[in-house]
């Protein structure tokens, strides 16, 4: 028996019991008891998705593995409201997904829509998450466990206990910090929490070798090309705080740049209607709150403390280690090498884009990376071992 034929067997009260013996809540960020937002439904319409800040999309594979599942969980929440129009959100990115999951659709009677929920349009909708819906399928098949889908490091995504340490999932040692959900939080932080704080099932651990400011730079980029551009606070302050990282990772920061993210990112929080505004400044926030030092490095100091970020990085080839051989010329996508046989090769570093390649290539190990100050080199052609530093 599928879960709709379940609902209408036992009955709308009957099932409203059910869910709330078994605790069962909505998964996404409009929380709260699942039979109170169904007993509170108009009965217009049911939209199912992601949240619209879900940009990392771990939980789509809930979607992928069981969508009989999904689709069934819909429509019975559907017809405990009193609608029949049910509509699943998928990203714009995943038209593929869409066109294998049509048949399942129409079998369904669900349509689906490549784009964010609008919450204007959706607001007196019942909005359901995709593993909200898998979880009420799995109440009504009897198959029903309590659990936190995760996916930790980008491992496969697995169900977890709601209490499970974030310890117990991912190593701490030698992190600098872990993205848990839409922000970050310390080591010290993450020994303390449990698996229930990944809201989106990301669990992520960044070390010495991450920067958070460019880390922050790819989120806040990844939410302005999802965003609608509707809510003011949320264009807008998408735009600032996005600019604000990428000048601050481009070697052109400014000192006020921390206050205004924290100006900037509690006012999305607060007047934005969807996800998008009301989490994507979270991360931002985080990071200049909890680890002001790496920003203050790349303001003050001039200096990635991960090495990640290009504007801070050097390459140059060691006048005393070059042999002419011209290999790095070869490989160089950006044609930014200057040298011929038996010369000593120099970089153009205007049009170096930082790739690496000449260093691969390379087999004496004269191509050197460095976030320092660079030594003394020549200014032109210069035969090999005849360049002195003084």
């Known amino acids: 028996m599928s879960a709709l034929d379940t609902v209408k067997t036992m009955g709308r009260e009957a099932v409203l019991e059910k869910i709330k013996e078994a605790g069962l809540c909505e998964y996404g960020l409009q929380a709260g008891p699942l039979a109170d937002r169904i007993e509170k439904a108009n009965g217009k319409a049911v939209d199912a998705g992601l949240n619209n800040a ?74 359901l998450h995709i593993v909200t819906a898998a979880e009420l399928a799995d109440l009504l098949d009897e198959c029903y466990c309590r659990g936190i889908y995760v996916s930790a490091d980008g491992a496969e995504v697995k169900k977890a206990d709601p209490d499970t340490k974030i310890s117990d999932l991912v190593s701490l040692e030698g992190a600098k910090a872990v993205k848990l959900g839409y922000g970050y939080v310390t080591p010290e932080e993450a020994a303390g929490l449990t698996a229930s704080a990944a809201a989106n099932g990301v669990i992520k651990v960044l070390t010495e070798k991450d920067c958070l400011v460019q880390e922050t730079l790819e989120h806040l980029s990844a939410y302005r090309r999802v965003s609608c551009g509707k809510c003011v606070f949320c264009r807008e302050g998408l735009i600032q705080l996005e600019c604000m990282q990428k000048e601050i990772t481009s070697a052109r920061g400014k000192t006020d740049y921390l206050e205004l993210t924290k100006e900037i990112g509690e006012a999305m929080r ?35 403390p991960a090495g990640a970020c290009t504007s801070f990085v050097h390459i140059y080839i060691d006048p005393q280690t070059c042999t002419g051989c011209g290999e790095c010329m070869d490989v160089c996508p950006e044609g930014c090498i200057e040298g011929k046989a038996k010369y000593i090769h120099m970089i153009d570093e205007f049009d170096c884009s930082k790739c690496g390649k000449c260093m691969e290539a390379c087999e004496e190990g004269a191509v050197i990376r460095t976030a320092g100050k660079l030594p003394k080199l020549p200014n032109r052609l210069t035969k090999v071992g005849k360049f002195r530093r003084h």
């Open 270 to 304: 607060t007047n934005t209607l969807c996800s998008i505004g009301q989490v994507s400044a979270e991360a931002a926030l985080d990071a200049a709150e909890k680890y002001p030092d790496e920003y203050e490095a790349h303001i003050r100091k001039n200096k990635c």
């Open 54 to 127: 879900d940009t990392d999309k771990v939980l789509l594979s809930v979607l992928k593995e069981a969508p009989d599942k999904v689709f069934a969980g819909m429509c019975a929440a559907a017809y405990m409201t009193g609608t029949k129009e049910v509509t699943l959100y998928l990203p714009e990115s995943e038209k593929d997904l869409a066109d294998e999951l049509k048949e399942t659709a129409e079998k369904y009677d669900v349509k689906i829509v490549n784009s964010i929920i609008d919450m204007r349009e959706s607001e007196e909708h019942l909005l």
